[in-house]
């Protein structure tokens, strides 16, 4: 079940349940689609893959018990702010490839 982190790993911004503007890589890096699109270049500085928005867990129980109330979303936050230079050396290989290609 994801986590749905409560903010973006690099710049701290709110990202509650609901935020549209939250994205996740396969491993759950999670981070703002400022962040991704511009930073980041949709590499993930932590695996090298790529971001894809994160799903909006219902707020209400439509069905099964699966949501919020019962699976809330993760309170503390993984604030790794990320070096950018570094992320540049890093992402200048892959960064063209298509995440499915990486």
Not at 23 to 28: K, L, M, Q, T, V
């Amino acid at each position: 079940m994801l986590e749905l982190r409560p903010t973006c790993e690099h710049c701290d911004k709110a990202l509650p349940a609901h935020a549209t503007d939250a994205r996740i890589c396969s491993y759950e890096c999670t981070f703002c689609a400022g962040c991704v699109d511009g930073l980041l270049e949709n590499v993930c500085p932590n695996c090298g893959g790529g971001f894809v928005p994160r799903p909006v867990r219902p707020v209400r129980n439509w069905k099964g018990d699966n949501y919020l109330g019962k699976d809330p979303a993760r309170v503390e936050p993984k604030y790794r702010p990320v070096d950018a230079a570094a992320h540049a050396r890093f992402a200048a290989a892959i960064r063209n490839l298509r995440p499915e290609e990486r």
